[in-house]
Nanobody, 121 residues
């Protein structure tokens, strides 16, 4: 079982930046591709970004490409999402997810509790 804990959310003005972190349980983190998803009020949860187990491969949804950067530090069992040039439409609860052995936009079974990101206009 993978345990995931997100942090780093908050309230920021449009154009600002935030960095989210996802801390994972030690035994399994390095063997999983990982991803970030988000869910805005009244909308379905959607894929944001993913990273391979080694960190060598990344993938972004079109709406965040060029603004967000996903990374990981396997020595620290932690994944990050650097979010720049934030827009009001980025407002959502952000979740980290253990995707599985391959980088994919389909979520795996393990989720964190989520962290709220609110971008004011």
């Amino acid at each position: 079982q993978v345990q995931l804990v997100e942090s780093g959310g908050g309230l920021v003005q449009a154009g600002g930046s935030l960095r989210l972190s996802c801390a994972a349980s030690r035994r399994t983190f390095g063997s999983y591709a990982m991803g970030w998803f988000r869910q805005a009020p009244g909308k379905e949860r959607e894929f944001v970004a993913g990273i391979s187990w080694s960190g060598g491969g990344t993938y972004y949804t079109n709406s965040v490409n060029g603004r967000f950067t996903i990374s990981r530090d396997n020595a620290k069992n932690t994944m990050y999402l650097q979010m720049n040039s934030l827009k009001p439409e980025d407002t959502a609860v952000y979740y980290c997810n253990a995707l599985g052995t391959k980088l994919t936009t389909t979520p795996g079974d393990y989720w964190g509790q989520g962290t709220q990101v609110t971008v004011s206009s």
